[in-house]
Every structure is written in C-alpha cells, then in structure tokens.
C-alpha cells in the first residue's frame, strides 16, 4: 500500500516510524514532514489544507489510503472533500467527517453531544457578542477559578482559567471581542473540576471501537506545572492511577455512549478519538474530545501498541475493526520534550541540534524540526520528543532524562520533573 500522512509533528513523526514497520506499507509520504518522518518515508513540501495540492499528490502517487495528524484539515472538511470527489472518492481516510470533527471544532457541539447522553463533564453556558451583559452577570455569580473556553479552534490556546472574577470578566469581553479571532465568536464558560488528569484514545469505525494505551501528558512550561500552558512537554503510559475499576466507568459511562452518539447522530466517524478526562473523587470526567491522536502523547501510546498500526487502519477502514485484538506492551513510556527557549511565547528557529549520534536506548521523534544541508535545526516551539520505554515509568524517565542532556541546540528548555505527580 501507499500512504500519505499529514502533518509535520510530533505525532506525525511517530506515526511514519510505526506505519513504515508495517509488511502492509510499500511507500510512505508525509505532507510536509520534518527532518525525522524522512528516515522513513518521503516529505513533499504541501500544506496540509492545500486540499488541490494533496488531491494531485495523491493520484500522482496512487496513494491507497491518507492518515491525518492534525485537527484543522478535519475541522476543514479533508474527509469530505475525498468522499465527494469522484477520483478520491474509494481512499480511505483516517479521520472523521467534519461534522464528527465538530467534537473538537466546536465546544459547544461537544458539550450538547455529552449533554444529550449524560457523559459525565463540567456544567456550562455559551455566550456570544448578543449575550456579553448575561455573560459577565454569570461571571459575578460564579466562586474561582472560572474556566473560559473559546468555542473554536484555537492552537491550544483558547483555554483560559482565571483565580480572579474581575480578570475573568476582562478576558471574558476580550474573547468575544476577538481576542482568538473567530474561534471566540462563541465562548463556553465552564464550572472548574479539580483532580487529576489523563487521556483516552479509541480508535472506532464508527461502530466497534477499541481502546489503545492510555497516557496523560504535562501541558505547563515550568517544573511542577506551573506557568503558560503549551502543546504538551512530556507523556506518560500507562497512568499509575488509572485503575481497572477506574476505566471500567470510563467506558461504561463515556467511550461507549460517545461511539454510540457517533452513529445516533449520524457523524460519519473513521479514525481516533481523544478523549481528555479528569478523575475528581475517584469518578471520571470528560474536560474536551479531539477528533485526532494527541501529541506528545501519541509518542508514549504508539511505542506500546505491539500491533500492525496499517492492519488496524485498514481493518477501520473496512468496518472490521471489531473482530482486532489490541496487544499492548506491559513496558512503561515516557517522552520528554525539548523546546525552543522562550516557548510558548516568542521564540528563535534555526539552531543547529547536535549529539544524535549519542543516544542510546531511546527513541527521538522530531517535532519542530528541518533538514538544513547535512545538520538538522530547530523549526519551531516543540522542537524533539525523546521517548523510552522501561519496567516502570521511573525507570523509563531516567533514560529519556539522560539523552535529554546529550542532545543540544542554543537555548534548549525542558522539563526534568515529568511524572512528579504519580
């Protein structure tokens, strides 16, 4: 088979290093790739919501079937475009509709999808432009910390919780004044949950569905999980906390109302979805769906699956994924991630990386990385995930920990204290 994957992370790197193992896979491309996803397949220099320019790649290159990383072709209609194109149309592609991508596209479609079946979340109102004045009376009412989300798309960034009613009601009216542009036409103000988070992903044909490796990733820059948050600076699998009476509620409660709704509701829905929870008193509590896998969980959840990833895509992509059994490694995982100094505010790009050559016991997934003539160089915030695989997740840790020093680059941040709260 031929396989496009796109995207140029993280998550894309480690998928072209699991898919290209596959006896499935004759020729692997990446749109557009980084300087890691070429050690296994072909970069092409495309944007992933040129969706002319992939249409062309992938008859040019009889692609059999397309992956995609990110959310925004999704939330763009990627999916929908191949099925209503007569060329395209017989490709499989790995990821759902864009009205199945709304579950991440838009928190307020989430939240009346759980809402309709009682999957346990956050109470909440929506408000717009029309409703600023019941907004902020809302806001009056409320004890802190107040958690403000943009309805939309917004790089992760739309997420706001505020210990202050008077800074909350300032962001509140800047939200909707556009302060994330259109994402923020809408924002969902959301009762806070304290506990313990971590991440789910099913892979579902929109009928059957089955659950891989279970991980939970740090989202502040600084030791201790304090400071802005950021994409991600490390993962975990599995979670030392999640139980089996634990998951047991989760998929009563939340993975299968939410692959029913799927079909309820008609969402035509062939791919991952991630789901993100909170365990507050020992229950479980969905904080936000993705329509895709996460990153840099991707990186701790892909090196434990021991399956074919291709044989489980193309048996989704064939509504047989029910009669697959998911083998998962008893080994822990974990990933830590360099960045680019002053991430996630202004950074530089372009800084030469070196100490490749002395890893050992570790698996490097790029991220925000180039090739630059014979030497590799920084391309953006998240920069390289350095994933190990150990007995415990301690001992996993102190690898990832150790190459996490060897590779160098000007102005390399990371944090040494993943896993502190488990």
Known sequence: MNILILGSGGREHTFAWKISQSPLCQNLY???????TQQHGTNVPINPMDFEAIKKLTIEQSIDMMVVGPEAPLVAGIYDFFKND????????????????????????????????????????EFTQETLQEGLAYIDQLTPPVVLKADGLAAGKGVLILN?????????????????????????IEDFLDGIEFSVFVLTDGVDYKVLPIAKDYKRIGEGDTGLNTGGMGAVSPVPFVDAALMQKVTNRIIIPTVKGLAEDELEYKGFVFIGLIRVDNEPYVIEYNCRMGDPETEVVLPRLENDLLELLVALAEGNLGAKEIKISE????????????????????????????ISDSLLFHAGTKQDGDNVVSNGGRVLAITSLGDDFKTALAISNKNAELIDFDKKNYRKDIGFDL
């Open 30 to 36: 990446i749109a557009p790739g980084n300087a890691g």
């Open 86 to 125: 007569a060329a395209l149309k017989q490709i499989p592609v790995i990821g759902p509709s864009a009205k199945g991508a709304q579950l991440e596209g838009s928190k307020a479609f989430s939240k009346a999808f759980m809402a309709k079946r009682n999957i346990p979340t956050a109470g909440y109102q």
């Open 331 to 358: 080994k822990a995982a974990t990933t830590i991630m360099l960045v680019s100094g002053g991430y996630p505010e202004a950074y530089e790009k372009g800084k030469t990386m070196t100490g490749f050559d002395k």
């Open 164 to 188: 202050d009613v008077e800074e909350a009601k300032m962001e509140f009216s800047a939200m909707l004044d556009g302060k994330f542009g259109a994402a923020s036409e809408k924002v969902v």
